[in-house]
């Protein structure tokens, strides 16, 4: 069974531009949720994906948008970025069926704003 | 890796002695709950869950406890290893949604 791939590892980009992260779900799941994580922190919930469309969001901005693909792998892209999405961004899959389960994530993306 | 949590509450205790580690979630209406291990340049490792119809659910050296009444959930790990160094996040699931709320995590110190 595969586990869950993020890429790149590391990233480091300049305010304003423009980032795109990738994500592989488990083998078997149809669910990503992306979660930002600042240093020091606990994760915090970006967004979800499930069977290709938003499932639900947390409380960032529209400039934070995602994709889910019929693979259902997803990416995550940030618009005009800002120092303070330096952060992990964690990605996690689950199989989304009648009830919640658990989560399985990758090692996530580095992402440093200059 | 970059390294987590620099700046969390620690935990330190000897090899072999357990751990205690708690939580207190925010929202009554959660009704799910896991404990994640995250190593330094590592994603968030699943541990243990429990639902709100339990008050307590045991793994393979560990506990969880949750006490609903004052939104209070624990992690006991039993004969501690330095392998279990790391820091530990409770999470909470609100009921009706997939979304999960994250403490701000506890840093476990394993002492040889």
């Known amino acids: 069974e595969t586990g869950v791939t993020q890429s790149p590892t590391h990233l480091i980009k300049t305010r304003g531009q423009q980032v795109t992260l990738r994500c592989s779900s488990q083998?078997?799941?149809?669910?990503v949720s992306w979660y930002q994580q600042a240093l020091g922190q606990g994760p915090q919930f970006i967004f979800q994906y499930y069977r290709e469309e938003e499932n639900g969001r947390g409380n960032f901005p529209p400039r934070f948008s995602g994709l889910q693909f019929p693979n259902y792998s997803s990416e995550l892209n940030v618009n005009a970025l800002e120092l303070d999405d330096s952060a992990l961004y964690l990605c996690?899959?689950?199989?989304?069926?009648?009830?919640?389960?658990?989560?399985?994530f990758g090692p996530g993306t580095r992402l440093t704003v200059l | 890796g970059e390294s987590v949590g620099l700046h969390l509450p620690t935990l330190s205790v000897q090899e072999g002695d357990n751990s205690i580690i708690n939580c207190a979630y925010s929202n009554s209406a959660s009704d799910y709950f896991i404990w994640y291990k995250q190593e330094s340049g590592k994603g968030p490792q699943f541990i243990i869950d429990?639902?709100?119809?339990?008050d307590k659910r045991q793994g393979q050296r560990v506990t969880v406890l949750l006490n609903k009444t004052v939104k209070h959930l624990s992690l006991q790990i039993a004969a501690t290893q330095p392998g279990d160094s790391a820091v530990y996040f409770c999470?909470?699931?609100?009921?009706?949604?997939?979304?999960?709320?994250f403490g701000t995590g506890t840093r476990l110190k394993v002492l040889a």
């Open positions: 083998s078997g799941h149809n669910t």
């Open positions: 999470a909470e699931n609100l009921s009706g949604t997939y979304k999960y709320i």
């Open positions: 429990i639902r709100s119809n339990m």
């Open positions: 996690a899959s689950s199989f989304s069926g009648r009830t919640v389960d658990e989560q399985f």
